[in-house]
């Protein structure tokens, strides 16, 4: 049975992410596209791989929720999407939701869905399903491996193409503003370090900077175990989180912006560590588009309702 996916907030970034890996799978059909300020045009003019005579719609929450479809995606600034959820779950009880806003990620009601890091248990046959943020999993992945060896706050340096600001004009996106430029924002107390410290258990210190390339992450952890390690069993430490995963990649070598950008997954590298073994700094590259959103939204979904989780995510 081909499952019914609805999509809201369809014309942003991710949205066309999404709709694009959707059109990769056989399993899973776009049935509804939701955007105001589309509605309708075809959506094959956002995205060409969207099914023929599939048109945006500008669908209240009551209207969404009548569609009965499988699973709807809400992929929505924050701030958004509880109107959506409440009519979906007054609705439609068994329709999956996976929210890509920070609303949901401190509700202990949903499932924060990272699953390379919190197993894929949680995830299986749930209803409501928290995505992390982008800077959030490539913090969370390079904190994890070791965060119970820590003695203190992580420290992560990171920067962001201008898509991770979203479609809504702002200095954060604004070319001109960001021409030879690196601009920091969010110095104190941004969602993603209040994100990661809450489901890492440690304690997490975020620097946010947008520069003037269009999608990636590379994000710089800075971190300090309570005992000394060797090169050998810090390296390890990843290797073994990640055996087995096919969107996580470890290599020697530091990653770069472009390592991550339109890559699916995440690569993990640098493995610094100093002399006394007690201080280490590990890099992590990956695409805000993707894995940061879209791929990890898929990923979660398919967990979800018990199907292939890899398939579509790589063209």
């Given at each position: 049975?081909?499952?019914?996916?609805?999509?809201?907030?369809?014309?942003?970034y991710?949205?066309r992410?999404?709709?694009?890996i959707?059109?990769?799978r056989?399993?899973?059909?776009?049935?509804?596209?939701?955007?105001?300020?589309?509605?309708?045009?075809?959506?094959?003019d956002?995205?060409?791989?969207?099914?023929?005579?599939l048109?945006?719609?500008a669908?209240?929450?009551?209207?969404?929720?009548?569609?009965?479809a499988?699973a709807?995606?809400?992929?929505?600034?924050?701030?958004?999407?509880?109107d959506?959820?409440a009519a979906?779950?007054?609705?439609?009880?068994?329709?999956?939701?996976?929210d890509?806003?920070?609303?949901?990620?401190?509700?202990?009601a949903?499932?924060?869905g990272?699953?390379?890091?919190?197993?894929?248990?949680q995830?299986?046959g749930?209803?409501?399903?928290s995505?992390?943020?982008?800077?959030a999993?490539?913090?969370q992945l390079?904190?994890a491996?070791?965060r119970?060896?820590?003695?203190?706050?992580?420290?992560?340096f990171?920067?962001s193409?201008?898509s991770?600001?979203?479609?809504t004009?702002?200095?954060?996106?604004?070319?001109e503003?960001?021409?030879?430029?690196l601009?920091?924002?969010?110095l104190l107390?941004?969602?993603?370090?209040?994100?990661?410290?809450r489901?890492?258990?440690?304690?997490?210190?975020?620097?946010?900077?947008?520069?003037?390339?269009?999608r990636?992450?590379?994000?710089?952890?800075q971190?300090?175990?309570?005992?000394?390690?060797?090169?050998?069993?810090?390296?390890?430490?990843?290797?073994?989180?990640?055996?087995g995963?096919?969107l996580?990649?470890?290599?020697?070598?530091?990653?770069e912006?472009?390592?991550?950008?339109?890559n699916?997954?995440?690569?993990?590298?640098?493995?610094?560590?100093?002399?006394?073994?007690?201080?280490?700094?590990?890099?992590c590259?990956?695409?805000?588009l993707l894995k940061?959103?879209?791929?990890?939204?898929?990923?979660?979904?398919?967990i979800a309702?018990?199907?292939?989780e890899?398939?579509?995510?790589t063209?």
């Amino acid at each position: 049975m081909t499952l019914r996916i609805g999509l809201v907030g369809a014309r942003g970034y991710a949205g066309r992410e999404l709709i694009a890996i959707l059109a990769r799978r056989s399993d899973m059909a776009l049935d509804f596209a939701v955007s105001r300020n589309m509605a309708g045009e075809p959506v094959t003019d956002l995205a060409p791989e969207a099914p023929a005579g599939l048109r945006f719609e500008a669908l209240s929450p009551d209207e969404i929720a009548a569609r009965g479809a499988d699973a709807v995606i809400l992929a929505m600034p924050n701030g958004q999407a509880a109107d959506y959820v409440a009519a979906i779950q007054a609705a439609a009880p068994d329709t999956v939701i996976v929210d890509l806003s920070a609303d949901y990620r401190f509700d202990e009601a949903w499932v924060y869905g990272l699953p390379e890091i919190y197993g894929r248990d949680q995830i299986a046959g749930s209803k409501r399903i928290s995505n992390p943020g982008c800077y959030a999993t490539a913090g969370q992945l390079c904190v994890a491996p070791v965060r119970a060896w820590m003695s203190g706050p992580a420290h992560l340096f990171g920067v962001s193409g201008y898509s991770g600001a979203g479609t809504t004009p702002s200095r954060k996106n604004d070319l001109e503003a960001l021409k030879d430029n690196l601009m920091p924002y969010g110095l104190l107390g941004h969602t993603h370090e209040q994100e990661m410290s809450r489901h890492l258990g440690r304690d997490v210190r975020f620097s946010p900077h947008v520069a003037a390339f269009f999608r990636g992450i590379t994000l710089t952890a800075q971190l300090e175990f309570a005992e000394p390690v060797t090169p050998e069993v810090f390296r390890a430490a990843y290797d073994d989180s990640y055996a087995g995963e096919p969107l996580i990649k470890v290599q020697d070598a530091i990653p770069e912006i472009r390592d991550g950008a339109v890559n699916p997954g995440a690569v993990i590298g640098g493995f610094a560590l100093s002399e006394d073994g007690r201080r280490a700094v590990v890099v992590c590259a990956l695409d805000n588009l993707l894995k940061g959103a879209a791929t990890q939204a898929i990923q979660n979904l398919a967990i979800a309702l018990d199907r292939p989780e890899f398939d579509g995510l790589t063209p």
